[in-house]
């Protein structure tokens, strides 16, 4: 009851909409803030791989901690603003929420995986193994399979508003699954060792280093706000495309209840 | 007097089918109305809309004066549907189902004993699994459930089918005495003949809208769709016949 | 909202009473699974022995999916969905009463695994009070969580291979909690079992709850 | 592979993956706007 437009408004003649104005999902503002996020990508590479000094401990794997930290803040945003955006949806019947919360849980769900990858890659050299039984990647592991879900509900093809209710109701839970799980393996890990990504960074952060892993958070969040703003409304137009087909079939079903023939459709 | 069912340009879809485009429909209490039309026309779907169970996405829709864009639950307990589904459960008795339905519905064990009585599904039949029931049997104890919930209004999606002469004669029965005593019937049947003898009014519905109205005998029934009167509103408020 | 959570629960549990479906098909299952570990895990090197705990729950969850399927499996049935809708029912108690008889026919199932465990498996137990805890526990919370994620499910035509990938991620704190329990209950120091008890016990609450409240827009969904 | 192949690897995957989804995200947000009248895409 929600999404679809006043179907009662037929567009008749516009059935194949030849696009005026410029093409894409770009606006003014989103350039700009793309701009300002590769202008900081690139600084946050130098900082990162060039002008910071390798760990005294880990040596220059410690590089690859100035990504995977950002990436990992992304993916907990991306989560953050999916259980928001469903909480509204399910409180307000907001279409513009919902269509948020899609966006943010497919960022969320490539910038989790990367997580993964750059994790292991971190824990190869470190720890001498690709995987450790450490409650954050575990717990991570159980984020990616979550976000999988919440997704593949999302796919069920259905009518729009039944589609962001039962996605709603999913991505609602995602955030208390996340803490349950990860609350969960941590008390489960923490009978037996003690290995956390912390516990092994924490001694004599330099502050180059410091400053490599500050710089290059506020950065990931801009690019994250960069490709929400494309999602965003890669996702409006495609319901926006919908509810137009929708209102085609209206008309057309009229147009066929007015010139008599009524063709065995499906019920 | 407010009308039981109460339409203006109600659409309503099946997945991102718009099967009702735009219908315009009253029915007076006390009213037993024919839905007629070709199939895919959308009357399955104008009774699901009617029970509650389809959302109207937009126009007006009010049923029993509940606001069906506001609220569907309220109304789903007041209305009996008689679908192509049973609607019962194969592993049970048809005395248990009944029963649940019933008590479900807040109505009394002996709403669901009558109703089984009134279908001749009293004695040796009640204790039988429904999964081991012929197809007309299937059929009885679905009516048999609808009766026993004791609904305000009666929607009947082919409920002639699958019947015997017998059995037929008992539901029309059952819908007069439901008629007489209140409650409003829509039914959607292919079997003109004995339908019309049963209901006062008859609305055609063509490709999602209502194409017709009027008493029963008047409408030119198995004539081409292309004669049928144009969806208007005019045509679709006229002639309320009542029956007795 | 209580009666219609009886009635719903009466009518399932009765349904499997009449078709024998948990008895003839999932309790045979469970007993395989627990069979097939044994295959897997050399019974003699003391893998299988110090897995027990597991192992048995792991054969609880896999068997709780096909309960939770059956469960709506038998509503899918001949448009029973639209009846439950139009029933006048209280989706809460909808969802309570369906809970509760999932919660019931998998504590009959636990029941008759742990008898398998302590005879297959030659298991020896202390702690009964700690492990019944558990398994009430982690049963409630199971059902709980499986009966709204199994209406999520339900009448799509993926709910097959839906039901677990949104299932059993969800359940893996249960799985953790009620394993370590169990552990400790065997090991003969119940004191390190009870907060695992209490993280199970706040999961079932907390799953019974907002189970109750989204069940109804879930179920209006066909 | 020394330390600097661990940190060409993760810093290689995540900008092959990044470009590749934000690519992707472009190409059909174009694609889908010639679909539509310049009155949904109120962000022109």
Known sequence: MTSVPTATAPSAPDTAPTATGRIGTGSRGTRILGLVALVGIAVATYLALVSSPPDENMGDSVRIIYIHVPIVVVAYVGCLITTLGSVMVLWKKSVWWDVTAAASAEIAMVTTALTLVIGMAWARPTWGVWWVWDARLTSTAMLLLLLLGYLAVRRIPAETSTRSRRAAIVGVLLLPNVIVVNRSVTWWRSLHQDTTILNTLQPKIHDQMAFALYFAIPVALVMFAWLLVHRWRLAWMEQQLEDRELDQAISDRRAEAASGRAEDGPR | MEPVVHLRSAVSLLGRFPALAGVDLDVMAGEIVLLQGPNGAGKTTLLRTLAGLVPVVSGTAVVLGVDLCRDRRSLRPRVGLLGHATMLYDELTVADNVRFWARAARSSRADAEAAMGALGLDGRLQDVVVAKLSTGQRRRASIAVMVARRPELWLLDEPHAGLDGEARDVVDGLVRHAASSGATVVVASHELDRARHLAGRTVTIVGGVIAGSGAAPDVAVAAEPSTLPMADESTAKTEVHHVP | ?222 | MNDWGYVALAWGVTAAVLVAYALWVILRGRAMSRRLPPEDRRWM
Request: glycine share 10%; aromatic share 10%.
């Open chain 3, 1 to 222: 909202m209580f009666r219609d959570a009886l009635l719903v629960a009466g009518k399932d549990l009765r349904i499997e009473l009449r078709s024998r479906i948990g008895i003839n098909q999932i309790l045979p299952f469970a007993l395989l699974v627990l069979l097939l570990f044994a295959f897997a895990l050399d019974p003699d090197s003391g893998v299988l022995d110090r897995a027990t705990p597991g192992l048995f729950w792991l054969a609880v969850l896999f068997s709780a999916l096909l309960a939770i399927q059956r469960a709506f499996a038998i509503e899918a049935a001949d448009g029973n969905r639209d009846g439950l809708r139009l029933s006048g029912l209280d989706p809460a108690g909808i969802y309570l009463g369906k809970m509760a008889a999932i919660f019931t026919q998998l504590a009959v199932l636990e029941l008759v695994l742990g008898v398998g465990v302590l005879v297959l498996y030659s298991a020896h137990v202390t702690g009964w009070v700690l492990m019944i805890a558990t398994c009430v526990a982690a049963t409630a919370g199971i059902a709980a969580a499986g009966t709204l994620y199994g209406v999520v499910a339900a009448g799509l035509r993926v709910r097959e291979t839906l039901l677990p990938l949104l299932l059993l991620p969800v359940l893996s704190p249960v799985l953790i909690g009620s394993v370590r329990a169990f552990e400790a209950a065997r090991n003969g120091n119940p004191g390190e079992g009870w907060p695992w008890v209490g993280l199970l016990t706040v999961f079932a609450v907390a799953y019974t709850i907002f189970g109750a409240f989204g069940f109804g827009p879930l179920l209006e969904e066909s």
